[in-house]
């Protein structure tokens, strides 16, 4: 399995940002993916999961509103666009593979996964906001 994330930078606060993240090594389009991030100092923090078939999203609160995440099955490629960014954004963001085709059969709706949901992970890309 590999994993690779794309699209960071800097930006302003306000700014928007969009990663993607290819994927290779496994059936794309039969799991769910997610986004987490780890700002300095602090622990990973999950913040968005898609199912398989891009039917169904989810986000946390902190990012809920403006942040959009997609995938292309196609093309084995999940995204994340980061719109009116803030500083408590700043963090590295990963991209993760999921266990099952919908992250959500296995938890309460509305609940925050826990990271053992997703079993393969990127390196990462840098996110700085920044005035």
């Known amino acids: 399995v590999q994993i690779v994330e794309s699209g960071g930078g800097s930006v302003q606060p306000g700014g928007s940002l969009g990663l993607s993240c290819v994927t290779s090594g496994f059936i794309f389009r039969s799991y769910a993916m997610g986004w987490v991030r780890q700002a300095p100092g602090k622990g990973v923090e999950w913040v968005s999961d898609?199912?398989?078939?891009?039917?169904?999203?989810a986000y946390s609160e902190s990012v809920k509103g403006r942040f959009t995440i997609s995938r292309d099955n196609a093309k084995n490629t999940l995204y994340l666009q980061m719109n009116n960014l803030k500083p408590e954004d700043t963090a590295v963001y990963s991209c993760?593979?999921?266990?099952?085709?919908?992250?959500?059969?296995?938890?309460?709706?509305?609940?925050?996964?826990?990271?053992?949901?997703?079993?393969?992970w990127g390196q990462g890309t840098q996110v700085t906001v920044s005035s």
């Open positions: 898609i199912n398989s078939v891009g039917s169904s999203t």
């Open positions: 993760a593979k999921g266990l099952r085709h919908n992250t959500f059969d296995a938890i309460a709706e509305g609940a925050t996964p826990p990271l053992e949901e997703y079993d393969y």
